[in-house]
């Protein structure tokens, strides 16, 4: 208790940040999992001492952001651990640690568990006739990237994690308490650097591509789902099967902490996840028989096929269906920096269609100006405005033709922050709002608000380059003010008025439909 | 008068640099400021200027009016205040020839059955008509510092504590509002930061000084985080007859948002923005800045083929709007045309 | 001399001791408009108006300059003109900058005797009109900056080290290849970043690779940084030094001059030049008609915004417009066609009259003009009162005051229609036709500011060219190409050049042909200038070269070729050329024997040599400052023989027969205040008062045969 | 002064200005009636007009004519009150009663100045019906060289759109004549709608030829403006709920009315628009929101 009061009573981020990055360089991994465990240990023993249900709603503890008001700052995960549990490390008799192992193995077994009951629902299909939206995947579990305030769950994670030896990422800067729930990571503060290069737990062209997505550098749904499977074809390349281990089992155990690894450089995106799962399914079908070397040749084909068809050919399909609704005169209202929507403009453009596009864009990201230029290299006419400024020049617009990050089974469509409000004016001014997607981004999920799963962008990016930022410039000093950088919106599927999709056009109440039928034709 | 001639070169000056300034786009005016400037000024041209009746005083007003508010058609506030002036003088006009107050009303259909003969004229001249103005004046002016803490004194009458609050951009008026309210109630505020010019920030961290739980996000975020406000809270340039808005741009958005959560949607704007026009010539109350804003100049040769647009202002249509507090209490959008006719008269609409 | 002194002593302790706070409040800021040019890049449009008065979307460009003065906090503006200063006085008494009211007090300085902002300078250093700081722009210069920051900068460093630095330059960020870039003004410059500090300046224009003084990275400076994404607003603050530098440099004609001049030998004047870098603001000279077009369109997109045309800055009743959506501004009763679409970045000026079914984009329409049916404008700038019958096409092209189109005219891309001119009916002019009223030989009779092309083979073009060519202009057409023909290819060259900016051809061009196209901004495209040793060189070897010249009787134009190699060998601009060769010259009498001899001597032995050379001098005598340098070398020469002062007049008359030399050149030149004491004495010697007062009186009978 | 004469006088006035309005011609000839009318007491004079004001709406059963008999009526016992003398008051009422009618005459003028700034340039505007004030509106906006197209139903039964139609082909206006069933069709494309009304009733609603509300209902659907302009003499002291609350005598035609078949099967004329489908009324009292119209009716019956 008394630590715990110290802690929450501590001052400014930076100064209890700086000693636990100071111990991440010093500290050998070795070092590092005995500290994790005394820390789990201790947090046990607090456990013990108050009851479960009480914990999240305690004021100042350090997950959870308690409702209501919110305490100046919170502790991210692993520093306050180190910071919390030097002292007690030294000293430590042999039976705790035996303790401790036995609590671990019981918790792996437990993981194990809802390992398994996760992996069902990939595995549904396989059972023939079975629509995939049966219990199994009613019951699946909660990720862990959006249960933050729950201290078990991060528990889990931590766990998970240490026993994949991957590096738990801390939190940065307060957050805002309706998205308490959800991750907040700094872009100055990469995962990697508290991690061991090379690291012997991950694979180097994992670490990049880790990189590529927490910095940025990789955008957009599609962008990031092909470097992903690039990644993994290198993977599976290098890969040999240690001997008295089976491939199909081995591999999946392998590639599992490269995944989390980049779960915690940055959330996966539905593309992903579905991509995941087809390559798990992928591994898991091959028959025990095939020699290593044809295994592998297998895997490389389907991963191949998949970007091709899924994603290539997709795209295809789309902007041909696409086509038929962009017609002469057209004033195409888009939003941000879609890959398939660009696409799909650029081939219309090159079909002969004269038409023009407002390009609206959004601080802090601007993805916009890439969209832009784009389109004017391609010789088509533009005209660029800010999100706040659709009102003023919706009227003129006649059709509005908006990318997805994913669609949920209840018909509402995940994208970049912005898109729902879009859609939201065009219908004020009756325009019809196009959405275009591959059904490679369908998924299971459903989600009413933007709330419950989302992801928070680095909050610094809201301060204004230039003078102008000199306001927000050190908002982290100031203890009742937060920065919401919010990645998603989900838009209603009220306000779309139809999908295009490489099946062709649909209403995005269908979406369900249509993962039946994909997952029937599996 | 002794010396009235270089008092009028320097009045003219005065008014010129005026006039020049809100051409400049106004540096940061304020419209409270553009109005006590414009009031003052006005006096002024009573105080020096040479009228010898009601009559030539209305037409000089009306000229210098004219020239004032043309410089600067968004800044709605300084016709106002012309209008304003102008109904004074018509009201101590109508006064000392002992006419009664509610005689000289808009015109109605009462009137055009009662009344006797047509229009009145102002050409008798009346020596203590150029103080009683002054003095009108002067109490306009006083009513002006007023406004903003009248309507903070309203706040406590429409916040309770824990809810959520959303504004957009900076308004001193919401301003002065939330902060009278957070005195006593404990609430949370997030602010749409209102690109390009991010005044929100400016407005959140102000806000977060006082211990008000404040948010800042990206205009992209307003309709995402709607469904979790209570009430939307905002301020405005200038409120048409019709009981719409012209705000800063994103307001339109924040209304829609609110509309489609049903979430109240309640204006602080201060009686002298209320301005007697029709959104008819929404074009001119549109107000274009620099390109600059929100592509830079290095963008290089994309620029010469595309176009940029950076309004200034939306229009917000009075269905969307709950409620109107100003100085005088709260109304709702369809009752201003009634304090409209009641501010001005009907004939000085177009100056 | 000041200058200097002051830079030394301010070296050492000044910049130690920091400024004292309470400082005296700075005096009310001054600038210094320079109405005009100094070349001909604008002929034929400039010849109906002066180029500060050419409207851009229909306000002339000397008001954007006044407006940004005024807006930016000046108090007092001195607007110096020389061409055509009559109509630009005219015009600022009727514009509001003259009223009584206005917070910029604009005073016009008028005098013929300007050939270069070097004079304009000299002058404001004679009437010693600065007090402090001040604003140099040019009167075409369209600006939004708000220069305070940089001027709080300029004004700290002066402070801080006692007035080393003279200037700070004002630059905007933006990025190669930008339209509002002009390939001719395209710089390239060395600063230290963290004082701002210019290190070297050079001009990019028709450079392959660029070459960077080693010292430049030697030097103790460790943060040199080389920039290419700036854009010269041609808006400098100056301290009053350098009006006094120019002053004691009298062959600095250019601001460009000047700072080469300055960042060359800084080690001896001990002056530095700074630089502000802004990237919100925007700031344009229009120096060809490339910028006009990008300018002009870069107001009607706003981005001189507060100076849109609906702000109506200049209080002119008949220059309100309406601002409505795509950037599209009327003026009062505007009257269009059923069918007619004004599509995008349009201006229309009042009492305009369209016809129905016109399509009109990125287009200017001034002022009561008249547009037939179905004509599509696209990039076209119309002024005031033109009229357009039906079925016209106008592609970028500039149609000048009261010019007519006949209809289905169909203009391509660059033409220009100068005032009053008419074309068509049922013609399609070539891209980059010029036509005016005035044909382009009479220029050398109405040649008031006086310039390059003098008289390339005038004599054949008198006998043609009298009525209007139809091939050329259309059946009821007006007006004279002004392409001319066949055996003066480059001067066709030089024309369209001069007026589109050098993008149009931007192949090879010979150095003639650069020289008449780039006016007097020419020398900057050269590089820096060379050592001394290397001009004494030069001189022997020009020496030698006439002797055998001389000797062997070799023709002017080998001559001219040896010299001229000689000039690259040794790397030696035209300006030193000019010294040296008339140096030479004049001593060359001396050279052949004995060192004294008497005045009528030495003529009887100068002037037949004069005669034959006279071909190698106008070769090289051609732009404004070749005449000022011969004269001042001659004069320097007379300075070092005080026995020949008496046979200067007869030199000069010689030099002014043959036609090497003149008139207006000579009478400046005597005319200049600022001569040494010797030199003044020279003036007073009466041979050459007679001479000068022969002038004098030539000029006028000359100018008033002009009248009739 | 008989009924024949009456219905006489109230014919004429139709007939010799077919642009007055029917609540003017109503007017006129009341006025005549009063200057005709033997009387010597208010009371008396009160109750011959109410008989007069009933055989004018039994000639023409529009609202426009009870609008403008209330209105006399009303004008009347305003006028009484201030005048004791009977005679005197008499004369007072005539004189104010011809001023009155000169000022009406003005108001349609006055109208189209407020209105026709609110149609832009290039805009395409729908209209309903015949209607003289926005006729006239119209007018306005083409004299001040806006180039803009219209959209008129034909209106059935009586075709009153094909009469407007060619008034405004005179003013050289683009327009297209349009069915009755195809207003949902062409909402999308035009960016205005303006309708006459007969009257405009107490809640700011109005009442107006047949087909008017769908109009109104189909531009809210689109979010686009719907505009009425109507003389402030159409402002009728009423309040109906909904198309049932109409009362019949408005409904159909006098005529229809008289031979006393069942409604049922006949065709109502008009039918009602509520107030919350109404952008701005356009008056000659100026630009009023609908809540502002109650506000006139208020200020003058109470």
Redesign the interface.
């Given at each position: 208790m008394a630590e715990r009061g110290g802690r929450s009573g501590a001052g400014p981020l930076p100064s209890r940040e700086t000693p636990s990055d100071g111990q991440a360089q010093e500290l050998s991994k070795e070092e590092k999992l005995q500290l994790r465990k005394e820390k789990k240990q201790q947090k046990k023993k607090r456990r013990d001492e108050k009851g479960q249900p009480a914990e999240p709603s305690l004021p100042g503890h350090p997950q959870g952001q308690p409702p209501g008001a919110a305490p100046p700052m919170l502790a991210p995960v692993p520093s306050e651990g180190l910071a919390g549990s030097e002292k007690p490390a030294v000293g430590k008799s042999k039976a705790e640690l035996r303790a401790e192992r036995r609590a671990k193995q019981e918790a792996d077994r437990a993981l194990k568990q809802t390992k398994k009951v996760e992996s069902t629902p990939a595995a549904a299909p396989a059972k023939p006739r079975l629509p995939p939206s049966e219990p199994q995947s009613m019951v699946k579990r909660v990720p862990d990237h959006v249960q933050v305030d729950d201290p078990a769950a991060q528990r889990r994670l931590a766990k998970k994690l240490e026993r994949q030896q991957v590096p738990l990422r801390p939190d940065y800067g307060a957050k805002v308490n309706l998205f308490s729930h959800l991750h907040q990571y700094s872009r100055k503060r990469p995962l990697t650097q508290q991690m061991s290069i090379p690291s012997t737990a991950i694979h180097p062209a994992v670490v990049r591509l880790g990189l590529q997505y927490s910095q940025g550098l990789l955008n957009g749904s599609n962008a990031r789902c092909l470097a992903l499977l690039q990644v993994f074809r290198q993977v599976i390349r290098d890969y040999s099967t240690p001997p008295s281990e089976e491939l199909s089992r081995d591999l999946v155990a392998k590639l599992k902490p490269y995944i989390s690894f980049l779960n915690q450089c940055r959330p996966l995106s539905a593309s992903m996840g579905n991509a995941i799962k087809y390559l798990k399914k992928e591994i898991s079908g091959l028959s025990s028989t095939l020699r290593e070397e044809e295994a592998k040749g297998k895997l490389q084909g389907s991963i191949e096929g998949y970007v091709r068809e899924k994603i290539h050919l997709a795209a295809e399909a789309i902007s041909k269906y696409a086509f038929e609704k962009i017609s002469d005169r057209d004033v195409i209202l888009v939003y941000g920096c879609s890959s398939l929507v660009n696409r799909t403009l650029c081939d219309a453009y090159a079909n002969g269609c004269a038409f023009r596009v407002i390009v609206v864009d959004s601080r802090p990201r601007l993805e916009g100006r890439d969209t832009l230029r784009r389109l004017v290299r391609k010789g088509i006419r533009c005209t660029y405005v800010m999100i706040s400024a659709i009102s003023y020049v919706l009227p003129e617009v006649s059709k509005v033709l908006l990318g997805a990050h994913a669609l949920l089974a209840n018909g509402s469509v995940m994208s970049r922050v912005g898109t729902s409000q879009i859609a939201l004016v065009s219908k004020?001014?009756?325009v019809p709002v196009l959405v275009c997607c591959e059904t490679y981004k369908f998924c299971e999920r459903v989600q009413t608000d933007s709330f419950v799963s989302n992801e928070l962008d680095d909050p610094d990016d809201l301060i204004m380059p230039g003078k102008g930022g000199a306001q927000l410039r050190n908002w982290k000093e100031n203890s009742s003010l937060r920065l919401l950088n919010l990645v998603y919106d989900v838009t209603p599927p009220e306000l779309v008025d139809l999908v295009i999709t490489d099946l062709g056009m649909i209403p995005c109440t269908s979406v369900p439909v249509v993962l039946r039928v994909k997952n029937v034709e599996q | 008068m002794p010396g009235a001639p270089e008092k009028e070169s320097g009045l003219s000056e005065q008014i010129e640099a005026f006039v020049a300034r809100l051409k400049r786009g106004g540096e940061r005016l304020s419209s409270e400021e553009a109005a006590r400037q414009t009031v003052g000024l006005l006096r002024k041209i009573i105080g020096h200027g040479r009228w010898g009746n009601a009559g030539d005083l209305m037409v000089l007003i009306r000229k210098e009016g004219k020239r004032m508010t043309v410089a600067q058609p968004s800044e709605t506030t300084v016709g106002n205040m012309v209008r304003r002036v102008l109904k004074i003088i018509r009201e101590e006009y109508g006064r000392l020839r002992g006419r009664s107050e509610e005689s000289d009303q808009?015109?109605?259909?009462?009137k055009?059955?009662?009344s006797?003969g047509l229009s009145e004229d102002f050409s008798t001249p009346y020596p203590p008509l150029r103080a009683n103005v002054i003095e009108a004046i002067s109490e306009l002016l006083i009513e002006l510092e007023g406004t903003t803490d009248n309507i903070a004194m309203q706040a406590l009458e429409h916040i309770h504590s824990n809810e959520v609050i959303m504004t957009i951009g900076y308004s001193r008026t919401v301003e002065a509002f939330l902060k009278e309210a957070a005195r006593k109630r404990k609430f949370h505020v997030i602010v749409a930061e209102c690109a390009p010019f991010c005044q929100g920030h400016e407005m959140a961290v102000r806000l977060s000084k006082e211990e008000i739980e404040t948010t800042v996000m990206s205009d992209a975020a307003i309709f995402a985080v709607m469904s979790r406000v209570n009430k939307v809270i905002i301020g405005t340039k200038t409120i048409l007859?019709?009981?719409a808005l012209i705000a800063v741009s994103g307001t339109h958005t924040l209304a829609l948002a609110a509309k489609h959560h049903s979430t109240p949607l309640i204006v602080c704007a201060p009686m002298f923005k209320l301005s007697p026009q029709?959104p008819?010539?929404e074009d001119s109350f549109y107000k274009f800045v620099s390109p600059q804003e929100v592509l830079p100049f290095t963008e290089g040769e994309i620029l010469s083929k595309i176009n940029v647009h950076c309004p200034v202002f939306d229009y917000v249509p009075?269905e969307l709007i709950t409620l109107f507090i100003s100085n005088i209490g709260g109304n709702a959008p369809?009752?201003?045309?009634?304090l409209m006719s009641e501010l001005y008269h009907?004939d000085d609409h177009e100056l | 001399m000041a200058a200097r002194g002051s830079g030394r002593r301010g070296a050492g302790p000044g910049g130690a001791r920091g400024p004292d706070p309470q400082e005296e409040p700075p005096p009310p800021l001054q600038a210094v408009l320079v109405a005009d040019s100094f070349n001909r890049r604008f002929f034929p449009v400039s010849k109906d108006r002066p180029r500060v008065l050419l409207p851009l979307a229909n306000v002339a460009m000397i008001d954007y300059t006044l407006e940004f003065l005024t807006a930016t906090g000046v108090e007092e503006t001195f607007v110096f003109c020389c061409w055509k200063s009559a109509e630009i006085k005219e015009h600022l008494h009727k514009s509001k900058w003259c009223r009584c009211t206005s917070p910029n007090k604009v005073r016009i300085v008028t005098s013929d005797l300007y050939r270069s902002l070097g004079d304009v300078l000299r002058d404001v250093d004679a009437k010693s009109l600065v007090r402090s700081d001040f604003l140099l722009v040019s009167g075409d210069v369209v600006s939004n900056i708000n220069i305070s920051t940089a001027l709080e900068e300029h004004r700290m460093r002066r402070k801080l080290d006692k007035n080393v630095s003279v200037m700070t330059m004002i630059f905007k960020e933006s990025s190669p290849g930008h339209r509002a870039r002009c390939q001719e003004d395209d710089i390239i410059l060395a600063m230290d970043s963290t004082t701002n500090r210019v290190l070297h300046y050079q001009r990019t224009q028709e450079l392959k690779r660029f070459r960077f003084p080693m010292s430049l990275f030697q030097s103790n400076i460790e943060t040199v940084e080389v920039r290419h994404d700036l854009l010269d607003c041609h808006i400098s603050i100056c301290s009053p030094q350098v009006a006094e530098l120019f002053t004691d440099n009298f062959d600095y004609q250019t601001r460009d001059d000047f700072v080469r001049g300055l960042l060359v030998n800084e080690e001896v004047l001990g002056n530095q030049i700074h630089m502000h870098v802004t990237a919100e603001e925007y700031g344009a000279r229009v120096s060809n008609l490339l910028m006009y077009e990008a300018v002009c369109s870069d107001i009607i997109r706003r981005w001189v915004y507060p100076m849109t045309p609906e702000m109506n800055f200049t209080d002119d009743e008949t220059q309100s417009y309406t601002h409505s959506k795509h950037n599209i501004y009327r003026g009062a009763?505007v009257?269009?066609g059923?069918g007619s679409v004004l599509d995008e970045n349009v201006l229309i000026g009042q009492g305009t009259v369209i016809g129905s079914n016109c399509s009109i984009t990125n287009s200017v329409v001034g002022q009561n003009c008249k547009i037939g049916d179905e004509v599509i404008l696209d990039g076209a700038f119309l002024w005031n009162g033109v009229h357009i019958a039906d079925r016209v096409e106008i592609w970028q092209s500039i149609v000048c005051d009261e010019a007519e189109v006949k209809e289905k005219v169909k203009l391509n891309p660059h033409c220009v229609l100068t005032s009053q001119v008419v074309v068509g009916p049922k013609i399609s002019l070539p891209a980059g036709t010029v036509i005016s009223l005035h044909s382009p030989d009479e220029e050398e009779e109405d040649d008031d500011e006086f310039s390059d092309d003098s008289g390339v083979n005038k004599e054949e073009n008198k006998v043609k060219l009298k009525g209007y060519n139809k091939a050329e202009v259309g059946s009821e057409g007006r007006g004279y190409l002004w392409k001319a023909d066949d055996e003066n290819e480059a001067d066709e060259e030089e024309q369209r050049q001069s007026l589109w900016g050098p993008t149009l051809n931007l192949e090879e061009e010979s150095e003639t042909e650069s020289d008449l196209s780039l006016g007097s901004e020419q020398p900057d495209s050269r590089t820096v200038s060379p050592q001394l040793d290397d001009v004494k060189v030069f001189q022997n070897e020009v020496l030698g070269t006439l002797q055998r010249g001389e000797e062997e009787n070799i023709s002017c134009d080998n001559l001219v070729l040896e010299i001229n190699s000689l000039k690259y060998a040794y790397n030696i601009g035209l300006k030193e050329v000019m010294q040296v060769l008339s140096k030479v010259v004049m001593e060359f009498p001396l050279q052949q024997l004995g060192t004294e001899l008497d005045p009528q001597h030495y003529c009887v032995m100068l002037i037949p040599l004069l005669k034959n050379w006279s071909p190698v001098f106008k070769n090289y005598i051609k732009r404004a400052s070749d005449h000022l340098d011969a004269l001042s070398a001659i004069e320097e020469f007379f300075l070092e023989h005080d026995g020949l002062h008496t046979s200067i007049a007869k030199v000069l008359m010689t030099f002014y027969q043959l036609e090497i030399l003149a008139e207006e050149m000579i009478l400046f030149w005597f005319s200049q205040r600022d001569a040494s004491d010797k030199g003044r004495q020279l003036r007073k010697n009466q041979q050459l008062q007679k001479f000068i007062q022969w002038l004098k009186e030539a000029e006028e009978e000359s100018s008033e045969g002009d009248q009739d | 002064m008989n009924e024949a004469e009456l219905i006489e006088a109230f014919k004429a006035q139709m007939r010799e200005d077919p642009d007055v309005a029917s609540a003017v011609a109503a007017i006129r000839a009341l006025l005549e009636f009063l200057k005709r009318d033997k009387g010597e007491t208010i009371q008396g004079l009160r109750v011959n007009l109410k008989n007069a004001i009933e055989t004018l709406s039994g000639v023409d059963s529009s609202v426009a004519v009870s609008s403008g008999g209330e209105?006399f009526l009303?004008?009347i016992s305003?006028?009484s009150l201030?005048y004791s003398d009977y005679s005197k008051c008499k004369e007072i009422m005539i004189e104010?009663g011809e001023?009155?009618l000169r000022?009406?005459s003005l108001s349609r003028n006055k109208i189209a100045k407020l209105c026709h700034?609110?149609i832009?340039?290039g805009a395409r505007i729908l209209t309903h019906a015949y209607s003289r004030v926005v006729l006239r509106v119209l007018k306005a906006a083409a004299e001040s060289?806006k180039?803009f197209s219209v959209y008129i139903t034909e209106s059935q039964p009586d075709q009153a759109g094909q009469k407007m139609a060619k008034a405004l082909s005179k003013l050289n206006v683009?327009v297209t004549v349009i069915l009755d069933a195809a207003v949902g069709y062409i909402m999308?494309k035009v960016n205005l709608v303006i309708v006459g009304a007969e009257g405009v009733v107490e809640s700011g609603g109005i009442i107006n030829k047949i087909g008017t509300n769908q109009m109104a209902v189909c531009a809210k659907a689109?979010?686009k403006p719907f505009y009425v302009v109507a003389e402030?003499?159409k402002?009728v002291r009423l309040f109906p709920l909904n198309q049932q609350d109409v009362p019949d005598k408005f409904k159909y035609k006098a005529d229809t009315l008289k031979t006393n078949r069942s409604l049922t099967e006949e065709h109502p004329w008009i039918d009602y628009t509520s107030p919350s489908l109404i952008?701005?009324l356009f008056t000659d009292?100026?630009?009023?929101?609908?809540?502002?119209v109650s506000?006139?009716?208020i200020?003058?019956y109470l």
């Open positions: 004020a001014y009756n | 808009q015109e109605s259909l009462h055009l059955l009662t006797g007859a019709n009981g029709f008819n010539e009075p369809s009752y201003i045309y009634r009907p | 009763e009257s269009l059923h | 209105l009303r004008f305003l006028t201030e104010r001023l009155f000022r009406i700034t609110f832009k340039d060289k180039r683009p999308e689109q979010n402030s003499f402002f952008t701005l009292l100026g630009v009023l929101t609908p809540s502002a506000d006139e009716l200020k003058l």
